[in-house]
């Protein structure tokens, strides 16, 4: 580390201090959990162009981070519970109003806001373990209410796109493809009709492979884990709705939503693995293309066994 660098951590640690200090509601979050956040906002806006910005340009920077915004969201990426019902109650009014501004009508703005929330919590995990959501991408430097209008107005351009070139996302999720295919007529695997005999057995193989694996992953999972995936999947609830038939916040049901889409890809991977052979690079580079071709009922699935939603607990 050079001289500069240790001055630039100095001023960052520092920094991080006060904004704790000032915060109004620090969400019991330590320096540790906050520096990344306040070095990477200070390289990406102040250093990057300016290297060798003054130690007065630095200290100025970071005390106009907004310190409650960033302690909001950062306490909501590492799964606080309190501070996910504080988003959401707090800047619920935000989002639908954005929602509105970029919707044709009131179910499309509906639609638009509720699925805000799963993308701010993310349906894919980072390498430490905690979702990989847009949640990452707030630094503090400008309002949180003003970047959710961002992210809200960026999310309906995103969703336009789609619509307009009717085609799917680059990585729609798995679960999405599921309940998609699941209300076609035909339950069975469609081999590519390009394929030569050999390569058409051997795709047909493993999609039963899959198939197999994906119907004992979701007869494994927890009661309450199948009647969400059909209450959002199947019935078309919103996760608001969804969250209310299970007695939970509508942020903890997209929390529920996101694990359990990722425990059941892990478990459909696992059995691939364990007991079919597959290598890691063979499931991680096919699993969700073959996932794309099937055609498989699941709400038999994840119908049984019925469940007491009112013994269900906020989780």
């Not at 949180?144 to 085609?167: E, M, P, T, Y």
């Amino acid at each position: 580390m050079t001289e500069n660098s240790e001055q630039v951590e100095k001023l960052v640690v520092e920094g991080t201090k006060r904004l704790l200090a000032r915060a109004t509601d620090s969400r019991s979050l330590g320096t540790a959990a906050l520096c990344g956040r306040m070095r990477s906002a200070l390289q990406k806006y102040l250093l990057k162009d300016a290297a060798e910005a003054p130690a007065e340009s630095v200290n100025k920077f970071l005390d106009a981070i907004h310190a409650d915004d960033l302690c909001l969201i950062v306490a909501c990426e590492l799964g606080d519970e309190r501070a996910w019902n504080d988003l959401v109650e707090g800047h619920g009014s935000t989002v639908r109003s954005a929602a509105r501004s970029a919707s044709s009508n009131e179910d499309a703005a509906e639609d638009l806001a509720q699925s805000i929330w799963a993308e701010l919590h993310g349906l894919k995990a980072r390498a430490d373990g905690h979702a990989a959501g847009k949640l990452a991408y707030y630094s503090g430097v400008g309002s949180l209410g003003g970047w959710l209008r961002a992210v809200v107005g960026q999310l309906a351009i995103d969703q336009h796109r789609k619509q307009s070139r009717f085609v799917q996302a680059e990585e729609e999720p798995e679960m999405d493809r599921l309940s998609r295919n699941s209300h076609q007529n035909d339950h069975v695997f469609t081999a590519n009709p390009a394929l030569n005999p050999e390569e058409s057995l051997a795709s047909e193989r493993a999609g039963a492979h899959v198939e197999q694996a994906l119907s004992r992953a979701i007869a494994e999972m927890a009661a309450e884990d199948r009647l969400l995936v059909k209450l959002y999947y199947f019935d078309g609830l919103r996760l608001r709705e969804a969250g209310a038939v299970l007695g939970v916040h509508e942020a903890t049901a997209s929390r529920r939503l996101s694990r359990v889409h990722a425990d059941l890809r892990q478990q459909v991977a696992t059995i691939l693995m364990n007991e079919h052979g597959w290598t890691r690079s063979e499931t991680d580079r096919s699993l969700a293309e073959v996932i794309s071709h099937l055609e498989v009922d699941l709400e038999p699935l994840v119908t049984a066994p019925t469940l007491d939603v009112n013994s269900s607990g906020a989780g």
